[in-house]
């Protein structure tokens, strides 16, 4: 297997297409990197809580080959399919309620804690702090490197951005005390889609909507960055589909505009030279033209798509050395504040 080092993973969102990660992450781990932080935005923020609490590459994908993905979409036993969803996103101001998502992560969260735990309950992110690190993210003291985990989501009253689960102490509450699958709900809440987290601030008990962090960085690799020269590398794992070039949305009703602003929000990126420079961290994982909310996917597409991961994986490995070198001498000759200020690197 090799020599074990450390090295922070961050997650892509993309929906149904993150099982693509679990045979990335097997690649990964057969070269001997031992994740110390992890990070992930929407269905990037559930694979990234399930490695949080020591599921390995291999256990990740038997629990995807046994998900009920049609589930994830709707637990209603309502037998009007099209008005049921009509009156949610009327009414909750989305289509689905996301709850069966976090009951789920919450049931594999604890499975893997129970040991840990000394009690029934929920995990919270004090179950995943790492012993006697006290470093901090992003150059601001709100932020610690303490929680293995962090996920990204966005408040669409504040219009903000939230890194949990430091940013939950905004509305009065503790982030040791957040529990995790609630943090993965809010962030993997696609607007639209799925209906939004609604919050209530403890003192003031005003309301603020959560939804899906991919609205304002949905491949937040950037997080763990510091300044100098990084102890271990930060391993990104972004979902690409190499056929996107050639493929034009379809807008005839409600349902496909909504799927198209969905795929929209989840490309967004700002700066160019980034992204090419993060790009010689970033596992580029083929999605095969699956789309973010087919929640119907077939078996053998599943193992498509992790076959792709794996197959993406090992061509980034063969280069991963010179690449995260160039990167570094990137950072040296180009980057005065690789902490947040200037877009991190």
Excluded at 270 to 285: K, S, Y
Aim: aromatic fraction near 10%; charge should be positive.
């Amino acid at each position: 297997m090799g020599i074990k080092k450390f090295a922070d993973g961050v997650f892509e969102g993309g929906g149904i297409k993150a099982i693509a990660f679990a045979g990335a992450l097997k690649v990964i781990e057969d070269k001997g990197f031992i994740w110390r932080n992890v990070a992930g935005t929407s269905a990037g923020s559930m694979v990234a809580s399930l490695i949080s609490v020591g599921y390995t590459a291999n256990e990740i994908k038997n629990l995807m080959e046994k998900a009920e993905y049609k589930d994830f979409i709707d637990s209603s036993k309502i037998k009007l399919p099209i008005i049921k969803p009509a009156v949610n996103l009327m009414v909750k101001k989305g289509l689905y309620n996301g709850d069966y998502i976090s009951d789920w992560i919450e049931e594999l969260l604890y499975e893997k804690m129970k040991y840990k735990l000394k009690e029934k309950r929920r995990v919270k992110f004090k179950d995943l702090i790492i012993p006697g690190e006290k470093d901090i993210l992003i150059n601001n003291p709100k932020y610690k490197r303490k929680y293995k985990l962090h996920i990204i989501a966005a408040d669409i009253t504040r219009e903000k951005m939230l890194i949990l689960p430091e940013d939950i102490a905004d509305y009065g509450m503790d982030p040791d005390e957040l529990d995790v699958s609630l943090a993965v709900r809010m962030s993997i809440s696609i607007p639209i889609f799925f209906q939004p987290v609604v919050i209530k601030h403890n003192f003031s008990k005003e309301k603020y909507f959560i939804v899906d962090g991919g609205l304002l960085s949905n491949y937040p690799v950037w997080l763990f960055d510091v300044e100098g020269e990084p102890e271990w590398p930060t391993i990104g794992f972004k979902l690409i589909d190499i056929d996107e070039k050639c493929k034009r949305n379809k807008i005839t009703n409600i349902f496909n505009l909504t799927h198209a602003l969905i795929e929209t929000m989840l490309k967004s990126e700002i700066d160019m030279d980034v992204i090419r420079i993060n790009n010689l961290r970033t596992i580029e994982i083929d999605t095969l033209g699956v789309k973010t909310t087919d929640f119907k996917i077939s078996k053998e597409r599943m193992m498509e798509l992790y076959n792709s991961g794996e197959k993406c994986a090992r061509k980034f490995i063969k280069s991963w050395e010179e690449n995260y070198n160039s990167y570094l001498v990137f950072r040296r000759n180009y980057c005065t504040d690789c902490s947040g200020n200037k877009t991190a690197l």
